[in-house]
């Protein structure tokens, strides 16, 4: 079709009307997305955006044009995503990002050597949109409202405790006052709900604080040496198992659970492989200790 790339360009501005964000969306130049607008208002003869004051704002004939373009793109995403589900060697998964760089990636070579499926990762966290996004299943901590059409797997319990390595916890642990207690903005109650769960603890001693910007950095900057961090059992276990960090006062179940999310009808086999695959290794991330702790060898 002539003018398909216009027409998305067109498609892209229209649902942000702004020029300068559909640039950023399409990896493109404003000048590059004004100039394929221009080539659809001659190819329609008619001007499809309007300037009142600092913003672009659509046209009635902008508007019309919108709602075949959202039609049409829509269909084109679902003839996607049902050429994708016709391929039962790929599955497209969205897990948590701290998930997916320190338990899933280190292991789903092996998922993949023993199936031949290939699993194509995007990470995010909390509510998740599948089937039209073009993701067949979703890893996530059941910390949000759950669409209840989906059909949900509990992979694991989650265990949580603060961690740190064997050099920091000798030389601060019988001066709490020095040591620093490390916050992520993507969890920022992790420590009082620890505290509220074990309140034998007092760890209100603790003299310093420092916060990072996301869950991943607050763990990485404890295997560092930093200070000691809030964390989540399947998050760590491969540093306890080879002793680059330890876990102090043992852990604590959160209340939550690591869950999968499927669409409520599927029938994949590569779905139900990957689930089970996903259950099986999930199995070996519950503490067998509670609160003796886990110090180094």
């Not at 989650?158 to 040591?179: A, F, H, K, L």
Request: net charge negative; with cysteine; charged share 25%.
């Amino acid at each position: 079709m002539r003018h398909l790339k216009s027409f998305h360009i067109f498609h892209v501005a229209a649902q942000s009307v702004s020029f300068t964000q559909a640039a950023e969306v399409l990896c493109l130049t404003h000048g590059a997305v004004s100039k394929q607008i221009k080539v659809l208002e001659q190819y329609t003869g008619q001007q499809l955006f309007e300037r009142q004051g600092r913003q672009m704002v659509l046209t009635q004939a902008g508007r019309l044009l919108k709602q075949y373009t959202d039609v049409a793109f829509q269909a084109l995403e679902e003839g996607k995503e049902r050429l994708q589900q016709q391929d039962p060697s790929v599955l497209e998964i969205s897990c948590e990002p701290t998930l997916t760089m320190r338990w899933l990636m280190p292991r789903l070579d092996g998922f993949f050597r023993e199936t031949g499926i290939d699993v194509r990762l995007s990470t995010a966290g909390g509510p998740v949109r599948l089937g039209r996004s073009g993701l067949s299943l979703a890893i996530r901590r059941d910390d949000f409202v759950i669409d209840r059409d989906y059909r949900r797997t509990v992979l694991v319990d989650e265990w949580i405790g603060p961690v740190c390595t064997v050099d920091y916890w000798r030389q601060n642990s019988q001066s709490p006052e020095r040591m620093k207690r490390l916050h992520t903005r993507t969890r920022p109650h992790a420590w009082d709900d620890w505290l509220s769960r074990d309140n034998q603890r007092n760890l209100h001693s603790f003299g310093q604080d420092q916060h990072f910007e996301h869950f991943y950095f607050s763990l990485q900057a404890a295997a560092d040496g930093l200070g000691i961090a809030m964390s989540s059992y399947p998050l760590i276990v491969d540093e306890l198992k080879k002793g680059r960090l330890i876990a102090p006062y043992g852990f604590l179940r959160s209340g939550h659970r690591y869950v999968v999310l499927q669409l409520p009808d599927s029938d994949s086999q590569a779905e139900s492989e990957l689930i089970a695959w996903l259950t099986d290794q999930m199995s070996l991330c519950c503490p067998v200790e509670e609160a003796e702790g886990y110090l180094a060898p």
